[in-house]
């Protein structure tokens, strides 16, 4: 699967442009993740599959090798790391490797609040 070809609101950030996103004010997923974390790694077809099924909500995924300033900034201590935004300002945390039920639930949960 060819993410950036099949699921354009999944990509890789570094610190700026995921302060960008997050500041526009939509619904954003950001995944907190490293190259040699295996469970990061086994997240990714989750999250690809969830920005399938999710189109409304931009999933970001931000290596904390290359972005450390930011992974402290979010006080990220392990990872994976998932941190939901809405309206630029986090209202929901996960840790560690997480099913897709779940993650779905909380999204689906802030979209339902959001509506209302």
């Given at each position: 699967m060819t993410?950036?070809?099949?699921?354009?609101?999944?990509?890789?950030?570094?610190?700026?442009?995921?302060?960008?996103?997050?500041e526009q004010g939509g619904l954003v997923l950001v995944d907190f993740w490293a190259r040699w974390c295996g469970p990061c790694r086994s997240l990714e077809p989750v999250l690809a599959e969830l920005a399938v099924g999710r189109p409304d909500l931009t999933v970001l995924k931000v290596d904390i090798e290359r972005n450390s300033a930011m992974a402290d900034e979010f006080a990220v201590r392990s990872v994976?790391?998932?941190l939901l935004f809405a309206g630029g300002t986090c209202v929901d945390q996960l840790i560690g490797k997480v099913s897709f039920v779940e993650i779905d639930r909380i999204v689906a949960r802030k979209?339902?609040?959001s509506s209302t």
């Open positions: 993410v950036d070809a099949e699921t354009p609101n999944l990509r890789d950030a570094d610190s700026e442009s995921c302060k960008a996103t997050i994976p790391t998932l979209i339902t609040q």
